[in-house]
Antibody, heavy 122, light 106 residues
Framework: QVQLRGSGPGLLKPADTLSLICTVS??????????WGWIRQPPGKGLEWIGS???????YYNPSLKSRVTMSVDASTDHFSLKLHSVSAADTAVYFC??????????????WGQGTLVIVSS | VLTQPPSVSVAPGQTATIPCGGN??????VHWYQQRPGQAPVVVLY???DRPSGIPERFSGANSGDTATLTITGVEVGDEADYYC???????????FGGGTKLTVL
C-alpha cells in the first residue's frame, strides 16, 4: 500500500524559501501511471493545487504560483520535493504531498501525505 | 471555477446531496474527496461515480450539464466531513478544486 510522508521546516520568515520533501513507500515515483505533486490548505479554508510532475520531468503548475514554484522528483530515492520562493504570510497553510493517478478521462489524487503545517511569520 | 454550497445538513439515515457547479462540467471527469477534521483528504469517487476500494456503496455520483452531484444515502454520523469536488481534465490544464461543502449530520 502506497504511503506518502511529507517533511520540512514548519516556521519561516517572510521572503524565505519553503522547502518540503515527500518520501514515497509502497510505490515508485518512476511509475508511468502517476504524477507526484503538492496541494495546500490555508487554515480554515479549502484546497489549492500547487503543482504536479512526472518522473520524466513533465511539470504542471498552478498559474497563480508558477513564478515562485520549483518541483523535482528523485527516482533513485523515491522522493519528490517542493520549493516555494519568497514566501509571505499568505503562504501559511498545511501542505500535502499527493499522488495523482492518470486516468483515461481525467486525473485524480489517490494517495495523500499526512500534511505539514508551514507558518510564515516575522 | 467549481462552485459548491458552503454547507449541507441532513439527519442520520437520510440522503445527502452535494452539488458541484461548473460551466459544461458534464463534459469533464469529476472526482470527490472527503476530508475529516485534522486529516488529509480521501478520494470517495473518481471519474464521476466510480468508488475506490473500501468506499461504501452509499456513495454515488452523477454528472450532467453544468452540475456534478455527490449523493450519500443512509447518511451516518461518521460521514460528517468536508467534501470537495475536483477536475483535472488534461495534464496541461490546471487542477481545479471546488470550495468545499461541510456536511453536518444533525
Amino acid at each position: 500500500q502506497v504511503q506518502l510522508r511529507g517533511s520540512g521546516p514548519g516556521l519561516l520568515k517572510p521572503a524565505d524559501t519553503l522547502s518540503l520533501i515527500c518520501t514515497v513507500s509502497g510505490a515508485s515515483v518512476s511509475s508511468n501511471r502517476h504524477y507526484w505533486g503538492w496541494i495546500r490548505q490555508p487554515p480554515g479554508k479549502g484546497l489549492e493545487w500547487i503543482g504536479s510532475m512526472s518522473h520524466r520531468g513533465n511539470t504542471y503548475y498552478n498559474p497563480s504560483l508558477k513564478s515562485r514554484v520549483t518541483m523535482s522528483v528523485d527516482a533513485s530515492t523515491d522522493h519528490f520535493s517542493l520549493k516555494l520562493h519568497s514566501v509571505s504570510a499568505a503562504d501559511t497553510a498545511v501542505y500535502f504531498c499527493a499522488r495523482a493517478t492518470i486516468g483515461a478521462a481525467g486525473n485524480w489524487f489517490d494517495a495523500w501525505g499526512q500534511g505539514t503545517l508551514v507558518i510564515v511569520s516575522s | 471555477v467549481l462552485t459548491q454550497p458552503p454547507s449541507v445538513s441532513v439527519a442520520p439515515g437520510q440522503t445527502a446531496t452535494i452539488p458541484c457547479g461548473g460551466n459544461k462540467i458534464g463534459y469533464k471527469s469529476v472526482h470527490w474527496y472527503q476530508q475529516r477534521p485534522g486529516q488529509a483528504p480521501v478520494v470517495v469517487l473518481y471519474d464521476d461515480g466510480d468508488r475506490p476500494s473500501g468506499i461504501p456503496e452509499r456513495f454515488s455520483g452523477a454528472n450532467s450539464g453544468d452540475t456534478a452531484t455527490l449523493t450519500i444515502t443512509g447518511v451516518e454520523v461518521g460521514d460528517e466531513a468536508d467534501y470537495y469536488c475536483q477536475v483535472w481534465d488534461s495534464s496541461s490544464d490546471p487542477v481545479e478544486f471546488g470550495g468545499g461543502t461541510k456536511l453536518t449530520v444533525l
